[in-house]
Every structure is written in C-alpha cells, then in structure tokens.
C-alpha cells in the first residue's frame, strides 16, 4: 500500500508530497491513497539561504489537493516569511503554485464552500479563497491585538 510523506529536508530545504498519510486518510474516511509516487513540489533554489515547512494540506470535495507551507529566506541580511499555496488535480501528480499570502505559520482547511488559511505569528490572521485556492484575500487579523 502506498504512503503518504510529506517530507522537510532541512540541508536540501524540499518539501514532498506524495500521498495522504493513512492516519489523515483513514480520519476522512478514506481507505485508499490520494497519490502514488514522491512529487518535489518545492525544491529550495539557496538551501543555506531559504527553506520551507511546515506542511499543511487539505482535499476539497472535487477532489483538488491544496498544500501549504511556510517559505523562510533571507531578503538584506532579515528573515522574510511567506507562505505558498500549491494545488493538484490529478492526485498530486503534478502541482501549480497558485499564491503566495504572508500568514506564517498557516493550515490550511474548508469550511463550507470557501477554503481558509489560519495562522500568524505575533497575532491569528486568516485568509481564504471562493475559488478552491486559486486566489486568495489578503490576510485579515481575528483579533484587535
């Protein structure tokens, strides 16, 4: 049976995917797997410089996969954090960068028919999407804090 790996290599900074964990898949109510093969979905193009995670993933109803994960690098000497949304069509078999939306932190996950990233690091933002991850609201905060 095929696995699910989402995986950090902090010396190669890449992040993969191959399928969705059986713990998650099982917890969905899901017996078989999302993909079959270890897809980079990301690879770092400065290792010592930029590195990516933590993973965050979801499937929509339509069977789209949305990955998230946080983007480190170093912009003039500071630490600048974005994060990315991927998505995937065919079972993750191939993927699109879709979006980058400054949360920090994030998970991603659908409530209705929208999907939300929440996350942040000095105060909770969220953004979402009506268009399953295609485009995404900039980050509005939760609290007046």
């Not at 630490?79 to 998970?107: C, E, F, L, M």
């Not at 268009?131 to 995404?136: A, K, L, M, R």
């Amino acid at each position: 049976m095929t696995r699910c790996s989402i995986r950090y290599a902090p010396l190669t900074a890449l992040v993969a995917l191959t399928a969705a964990f059986n713990g998650w898949a099982q917890a969905q109510g899901r017996n078989t797997p999302i993909a079959n093969d270890y897809v980079a979905i990301w690879t770092s193009p400065a290792p010592t410089e930029q590195t990516g995670g933590p993973v965050s993933m979801t499937q929509l109803p339509s069977g789209r996969l949305i990955v998230t994960f946080t983007n480190w690098r170093r912009v003039d000497g500071k630490q600048v954090t974005t994060d990315k949304v991927y998505t995937s069509d065919d079972r993750g078999r191939s993927w699109t960068h879709r979006a980058d939306v400054p949360i920090n932190r994030q998970r991603v996950f659908q409530a209705g028919t929208a999907v939300y990233m929440l996350g942040g690091r000095e105060r909770l933002l969220v953004s979402s999407s009506d268009d399953e991850g295609v485009t995404w609201s900039e980050p509005v905060p939760l609290t007046d804090d």
